[in-house]
Nanobody, 123 residues
Framework: QVQLVESGGGVVQAGGSLRLSCAASGGTFSNYRMGWFRQAPGKEREFVARISRSGGITSYSDSVKGRFAISRDNAKNTMYLQMMHLKPEDTAVYYC????????????????WGQGTQVTVSS
């Protein structure tokens, strides 16, 4: 079992940047595929980005590619999401996710979640 805690959310103007962090404990961090999801009011939880166990392979949703960058530091048991050129439509609660097998697009198939951190992008 692994516990996940997100941090770094806040309120920014459109065009600004934020860096989210996800601190993991209770498991062997390098054994987990990791990812970020987000959920806006009235919408389902949406895939944002995923990263392989070593950090060498990443992928992104079409809505964020070119603007967001996922990374991980296995020595620190921490995953990050660098968010740049933020848009009002990026406003959501952002969730850290972990799974020993895969990070699929469907949030229902993922084993472990953090509590979420709010990101609000103003016009």
């Amino acid at each position: 079992q692994v516990q996940l805690v997100e941090s770094g959310g806040g309120v920014v103007q459109a065009g600004g940047s934020l860096r989210l962090s996800c601190a993991a404990s209770g498991g062997t961090f390098s054994n987990y595929r990791m990812g970020w999801f987000r959920q806006a009011p009235g919408k389902e939880r949406e895939f944002v980005a995923r990263i392989s166990r070593s950090g060498g392979i990443t992928s992104y949703s079409d809505s964020v590619k070119g603007r967001f960058a996922i990374s991980r530091d296995n020595a620190k048991n921490t995953m990050y999401l660098q968010m740049m050129h933020l848009k009002p439509e990026d406003t959501a609660v952002y969730y850290c996710a972990a799974d020993p097998t895969a990070i699929p697009d469907n949030y229902r198939d993922i084993d472990y979640w953090g509590q979420g951190t709010q990101v609000t992008v103003s016009s």
